[in-house]
């Protein structure tokens, strides 16, 4: 099993998402979201390579679903899993900008 490490990027965006989620939804929401996270989390760890690759400006990353509206993008190096964004797929961008 690996270790998860989040991005800058990726801290932001999820603080964003749970920031507009408490303010909009019922705390339940927001849990549900978070449980998600979390077995999704497991999932990478366990079984990474089960999610599809894409290329965002010359560099692989996988990605996963996280709900309908949350996309993950991430790398794995060795047993870790570098999370790079929490992307809000409503977003007219069809991947996140500027990923590193």
């Known amino acids: 099993m690996g270790v998860v ?3 800058q990027r990726a801290k932001k ?18 849990d549900d979201f978070l449980d998600s996270l979390e077995q999704l989390e497991l999932q990478m760890q366990s079984m990474p390579d089960s999610f599809p690759s894409t290329t965002i400006k010359s560099k692989l990353f996988k ?38």
């Open 13 to 30: 965006d999820l603080e964003n998402v749970l920031q507009y989620l408490k303010i909009t939804w019922p705390v339940n929401v927001t």
């Open 5 to 7: 490490k989040y991005s």
């Open 63 to 100: 990605r996963a679903r996280l709900t309908k509206h949350n996309a993950v993008y991430f790398t794995i190096k060795g047993k870790t899993i570098n999370i790079a964004a929490i992307h809000d797929t409503r977003q007219k961008n069809k991947h996140p900008k500027k990923l590193k």
